[in-house]
């Protein structure tokens, strides 16, 4: 017996002495490769002749075209992105390269950049000009939104339900949601700083099942009894149904439930996101100001404008209050803070 014991001992701690290795080594590659990462400034030129200007109102005078050539053109770039994941044997070493979207303020302007592995940079210029080939891409150093002694408020956004809920997108939308985005930037004082980062990495697909098992559940009107199946009301109540009513009876009312509009909706909404490409994301938001309460009040707009993605009975937005500043600053895939470094950039966090 006590031989056995020391086997299983002996098992369990190299199994757990790998498993810490590999988080070790995964951890220090997404570090290495954070120090490889490509800055780009994408900016759209501004249409200066008559003709070019008459032409941009007519594409986006009209909701339809905002969503063809708006929200439609950004899915399909989404899409090719996917092509990035990898399903080689180093990923579970290195993990999944990944992107980052940013708006910035700086100077009392809006910026937009996208960080990249070098290695990836020429995939993304070729696919940028493919789908938006007025876009002027430019190779930028990082960009700093922090002045000395200055102080910082910043946060994470996180569903407030698990992954299969979906968010609501452009096609249910009258406005372009880019615009609240934004303006919420826009109202931060000029002397102040302010970024978004949605960074995202793919997914392996299998994730939809999931989605399609919860959605089959809430279709045919299904509760999610958590551990009701060992109750002895639920066993005595379905023996007295079987009793009383006979077995066909039960099948019958339950064949017969019907499911209302907004169900229809929703599992429509489930069903149209299990048929997208998967991605892995965080969202932080930065704020700085000369004070913590300016740098807050600064930070409380950036958040609401994510209030138009809410769904009803769908997903949401919440703010995980957190320090994010390392992660931000590093380009960090992780959720991980670090209260330290921010003191080291003489930053009040």
């Not at 810490?20 to 997404?30: D, G, S």
């Not at 302007?109 to 290695?119: A, D, E, G, K, L």
């Not at 989605?211 to 009701?228: C, D, L, P, T, Y």
Request: a neutral charge; charged letters at 25%.
């Amino acid at each position: 017996m006590a031989f056995w014991l020391t086997i299983i001992g002996i098992t369990l701690a190299s199994v757990a002495g790998i498993w810490a290795l590999l988080v070790y080594v995964r951890e220090r590659m997404n570090v290495e490769r954070s120090f490889n990462m490509v800055f780009l400034e994408v900016r759209i030129p501004k249409k200066e002749s008559k003709e070019d200007r008459e032409v941009e109102g007519e594409q986006f005078s009209t909701q339809k075209d905002f969503k063809e050539i708006g929200g439609g053109i950004m899915t399909q770039f989404f899409e090719t992105l996917y092509s990035i994941y990898t399903s080689r044997i180093e990923r579970h070493f290195k993990g999944q390269d990944f992107l980052s979207f940013e708006y910035a303020l700086l100077d009392g302007m809006v910026h937009f950049y996208i960080v990249c592995p070098r290695s990836l940079l020429s995939l993304l210029e070729k696919q940028l000009t493919a789908f938006y080939p007025d876009a002027y891409i430019e190779e930028k150093s990082d960009y700093n939104i922090f002045s000395p002694k200055c102080h910082v408020a910043s946060t994470y956004l996180v569903p407030t339900k698990p992954y299969w809920f979906p968010f609501k997108t452009y096609e249910q939308m009258n406005a372009d949601p880019l615009n609240g985005i934004v303006n919420s930037l826009s109202k931060v004082d000029k002397d102040d700083g302010a970024a978004i980062q949605i960074m995202i990495r793919p997914r392996k697909s299998g994730w939809q099942e999931k989605g399609r098992k919860e959605a089959n559940k809430i279709f045919q009107n299904k509760k999610g009894s958590g551990m009701a199946w060992y109750n002895p009301l639920s066993w005595i109540a379905t023996i007295f149904e079987l009793l009383f009513r006979g077995e066909a009876a039960t099948q019958s009312a339950e064949s017969t439930e019907r499911t209302t509009p907004l169900t229809d909706e929703e599992v429509k909404a489930m069903e149209q996101k299990n048929s997208k490409s998967g991605f892995e994301s965080i969202i932080r938001i930065v704020s700085s100001a000369k004070t913590k309460q300016e740098a807050i009040a600064n930070l409380d707009p950036m958040k609401s404008a994510f209030n138009q993605f809410t769904m009803a009975n769908g997903n949401a937005f919440i703010g995980h209050v957190g320090i994010v500043i390392r992660s931000w600053l590093r380009i960090l895939f992780s959720e991980t803070s670090d209260v330290d470094f921010g003191s080291t950039l003489g930053l009040n966090v």
